[in-house]
């Protein structure tokens, strides 16, 4: 399994193992007193950005990411130019205030003013 992890960050994973992640836990949502959310997230640029700056901005969210997502949050690439994070929270709410930090943690990290992030909820898992 690809994962750069530590026992008390988030996990970062290959997307197949997220989408197992992914199933176990929906079966578990019956069970506990949680919400599961979806956050899609995609590195867009003002121009067309090469695989090579796209490599170079996705190890800069990488990065963000397990600085920022606690212990239980599971992140994947789910292709060159994006990354799905599964949150478990107790308040569907505080997922807005995760997407928040994650964008503004990525700007203050992000060189390259032409490269943002576009930030959606999602309802499943994308292809």
């Given at each position: ?16 193992v997220l989408k197992d992640i992914y199933e176990y ?25 090469s695989d090579d700056v796209l490599a170079q901005v ?55 003013d032409k490269i943002f992030l576009k930030a959606e ?7």
């Amino acid at each position: 399994m690809n994962k750069i992890n530590s026992t008390n960050k988030a996990l970062f994973c290959d997307y197949n193992v997220l989408k197992d992640i992914y199933e176990y836990e929906i079966r578990q949502l019956e069970r506990r007193n949680y919400s599961l959310v979806l956050l899609l997230f995609e590195i867009c640029g003002t121009e067309e950005l090469s695989d090579d700056v796209l490599a170079q901005v996705n190890e800069t969210l990488r990065m963000c990411f397990l600085k920022t997502l606690r212990k239980g949050d599971v992140f994947a690439s789910c292709s060159k130019s994006k990354t799905v994070v599964m949150l478990i929270v107790s308040n569907v709410l505080d997922a807005a205030k995760v997407t928040n930090r994650l964008c503004e943690n990525f700007k203050e990290s992000n060189d390259d003013d032409k490269i943002f992030l576009k930030a959606e909820t999602q309802s499943s898992l994308p292809e």
